[in-house]
């Protein structure tokens, strides 16, 4: 069954079983050094996901200790280790600045290579994704692990593929950047690779030269020329595909999309139909499109459940696929105990709270303040029609997610930060809130819009019958209709109401 999960894909990819996948197609974070802030701005969970910048700190060097344990009992960890110690030399053994940024960034891809490796079958392929930051050592961890046991010489990395593409913008002092790398290795010798299915269409001067060739030839009555390929040219490993445009409808608003026209060229190349293609950092599910356009099984990871919304949008949009009856989805809530879940590691990667809020079709971000100690708002705009005024107004929406058991103190907080940006506001829990809490939020008054008045604070407890009815919200939250609307159809799809609101 196609699947999606959300979380880390290293702890995911250690519960699949040895040589069960025919294809990986990767984009992980390239150490760009860059933020990738068009989607989120100003969120935790941007913050985590959605940067490209990597510190020599403890986490890093609990990974290496981790592989340096590993590598007593497994070949793959004994390469990998021993490419990495030689590293450190290369990159002196640096805590910080680049050196130490890549330091860490190599002990994070490491393992995730190592396991990647084992996952794939003896016939299988990779491409890695990578840009020239850090390719040089990619490839170098890559040929330690494809080739541990093979000394003779480097049986297994196939290309060095030069993804080219136009773009604006130069560096003062250096060339125009306008590549990225994708190495492709195989797991034996025994590799796929469709040939026929990837050639190319010959250059017309390619086919002018040749005519003129053969024409000459004949005069000269040598007929033993060498005929141009009826199926097309051989493809080379430079690839001139064109990004996604500003205004493509391919793009979906996800940072770091890759062209479809991409990904569907290496698995094309190197799995046939009915394989099992796998994206450990799927991000909008680039690699996933693909896979099903050309019908092949797949497996989608990411780390962020932000990435779902558009990947949902997308499978439903292009393919029909709806969750839980075409796909399976892991990691992500479809009822109260994965929400416990997600609570159980929200200090590392928020996702409840982005999950709770874009429910609700708001912004996750903390930029309007905090709400409480501990707490931090979330903000959104509903545009308004004034029929009274004749014109739209816009009206802050704020929300507040607490994992804990709220406390009156947090709400106070929270009915503090509302006032002070002159907003409505709605406090997200999953414990229940008590009497006082609702008497503080019926002293916040209300509000009123077209001959209707509305609560300016309320409370969404969720639980279990949110998840039964999703459309349920719609009668616990009490907003004009104006902003319904975009609720409903986020149970369905990630919104371009929500889009724009990101935006606004
Ligand atoms: C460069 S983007 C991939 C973009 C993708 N090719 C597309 O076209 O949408 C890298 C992705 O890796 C994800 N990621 C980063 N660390 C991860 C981890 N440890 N486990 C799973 N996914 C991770 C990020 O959330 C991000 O979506």
């Not at 004949?218 to 990004?243: S, T």
């Not at 409808?249 to 996800?254: D, F, I, P, T």
């Not at 590392?348 to 809020?357: L, Q």
Request: aromatic share 10%.
């Amino acid at each position: 069954m196609n699947t999606l999960y959300f979380g880390d894909n290293l702890e995911i990819m250690r519960e699949m079983d040895d040589q069960g996948v025919d294809l990986i197609c990767t984009d992980p974070p390239f150490n760009s050094g860059r933020d990738y802030n068009t989607f989120l701005t100003d969120s935790k969970a941007q913050s985590k996901a959605f940067t490209d910048t990597w510190t020599w700190d403890d986490p890093a060097q609990d990974t290496r200790a981790d592989i340096e344990r590993r590598a007593r009992t497994s070949d793959t960890y004994k390469a990998l280790d021993t490419c990495l110690k030689g590293y450190d030399l290369v990159l002196q053994n640096a805590v910080s600045g680049n050196k130490g940024a890549m330091r860490a960034y190599l002990a994070f891809m490491g393992p995730r290579l190592a396991e990647m490796h084992r996952l794939l079958r003896d016939t299988g392929s990779i491409y890695l994704h990578c840009d020239p930051t850090a390719s040089h050592y990619l490839k170098g961890i890559m040929d330690a692990i494809w080739d541990q046991n093979n000394r003779k010489k480097n049986e297994y990395f196939r290309n060095e593929i030069v993804w080219c593409y136009r773009g604006a913008g130069y560096p003062k002092k250096d060339f125009g950047r306008r590549h990225d790398i994708i190495l492709r290795y195989s797991n034996g010798p025994q590799y796929i690779f469709n040939l026929d299915d990837i050639r190319e269409e010959y250059a017309e001067a390619t086919i002018e030269r040749f005519k003129h060739h053969i024409g000459n030839k004949r005069k000269a009555g040598d007929f033993g020329v060498q005929k141009l390929n009826p199926l097309g040219k051989h493809p080379d490993d430079w690839w001139q595909i064109q990004p996604i445009a500003p205004s493509s409808k391919e793009r979906l608003g996800y940072p770091t999309q890759k062209p479809r026209a991409l990904y569907e060229r290496m698995i094309e190349a190197s799995s046939n139909e009915g394989m099992l293609v796998m994206d450990p950092f799927c991000g909008c599910g680039t690699t996933i499109d693909a896979a099903h356009t050309l019908h092949r099984f797949w497996i989608g990871i990411d780390l962020t459940i932000l990435a779902l919304d558009p990947m949902r949008r997308r499978l439903a949009d292009r393919h029909g696929l709806e969750p839980s009856k075409d796909y399976e989805i892991h990691g992500y809530p479809t009822n109260m105990q994965e929400v416990h879940k997600l609570v159980r590691d929200e200090k590392k990667y928020h996702d409840f709270s982005n999950w709770a809020v874009t429910r609700l079709g708001l912004q996750p971000t903390k930029s309007v303040g905090d709400g409480g100690k501990d707490g931090e708002a979330h903000v959104g705009h509903i545009t308004l029609w004034d029929p009274e005024e004749g014109q739209t107004t816009d009206t802050r929406i704020l929300a507040e997610v607490k994992s804990g058991r709220p406390t009156i103190t947090q709400v106070r907080a929270f009915c503090h930060v509302m006032d002070k940006n002159d907003a409505i506001g709605i406090f997200i829990t999953i414990e229940p809130v008590s009497a006082g809490m609702r008497q503080i939020a019926a002293d916040m008054g209300t509000f009123y819009h077209n001959n209707e008045t509305f609560p300016r604070l309320q409370f969404w407890q969720i639980d279990d019958t949110y998840f039964e009815n999703p459309s349920s919200l719609k009668d616990i939250i009490r907003l004009p209709a104006a902003w319904l609307a975009p609720m409903r159809r986020i149970e369905r799809h990630f919104t371009d109401t929500q889009m724009t609101l990101l935006r606004s």
